[in-house]
């Protein structure tokens, strides 16, 4: 919970600086910076966390030459990019991340993709918040970029023995944001 609180606190001053944009258009290629820029802000820096916690993880735990960092950066910045700006508010995901926890089952039932209106709205809310890996990775894969795809489809899955070091530690980075 107390996690929770600490991720809502960060969005209510999320913004980008300059050093920020740097890293971005360091890291991605312009065909995948559209999908970034898609996101809303929070979303942009909340990715923006788990890139670099997720490099600070891997220098930590001496992965050095195990891994391929520039895929793992790239996977973390695009992690999130199945919740496009629009897809839901600060106030959505809140009401996402409750009904998840309080009617885990029920939610998984009442998801679909819809319009943004009340019971709608929330069905859509619910809908990208257990289906944004799958967008995103299926937007990933149409642009060719097959190895962020399977990051950003699996960032979300129970780990398996067969996790590449980039998936691990993007995993690790994003619970810890």
């Not at 009442?110 to 069905?123: C, H, I």
């Not at 894969?141 to 998936?167: C, I, M, N, T, Y």
Request: some cysteine.
């Amino acid at each position: 919970m107390r996690q929770r609180i600490w991720q809502f606190l960060h969005t209510l001053n999320a913004s980008l600086s300059m050093e920020d944009r740097c890293f971005v258009a360091t890291y991605l290629p312009s065909e995948l910076q559209k999908f970034f820029w898609g996101m809303s802000v929070v979303d942009q820096c909340h990715a923006l966390r788990v890139a670099r916690t997720a490099i600070q993880l891997a220098r930590k735990n001496n992965f050095d030459g195990k891994l391929d960092e520039g895929l793992l950066i790239r996977g973390s910045l695009l992690h999130d990019i199945g919740r496009q700006k629009g897809d839901m508010s600060i106030m959505g995901k809140v009401l996402s991340v409750l009904c998840y926890a309080a009617f885990p089952r029920q939610s998984i039932r009442w998801a679909t993709a819809g319009d943004a209106y009340w019971f709608a709205g929330l069905r859509h809310i619910l809908y990208i918040s257990s289906s944004h890996p799958a967008l995103g990775a299926q937007w990933l894969r149409q642009a060719g970029f097959a190895r962020e795809a399977v990051l950003v489809a699996g960032h979300h899955k129970a780990p398996a023995e067969s996790d590449s070091p980039e998936l691990l530690l993007l995993r690790a980075a994003d619970a810890m944001n």
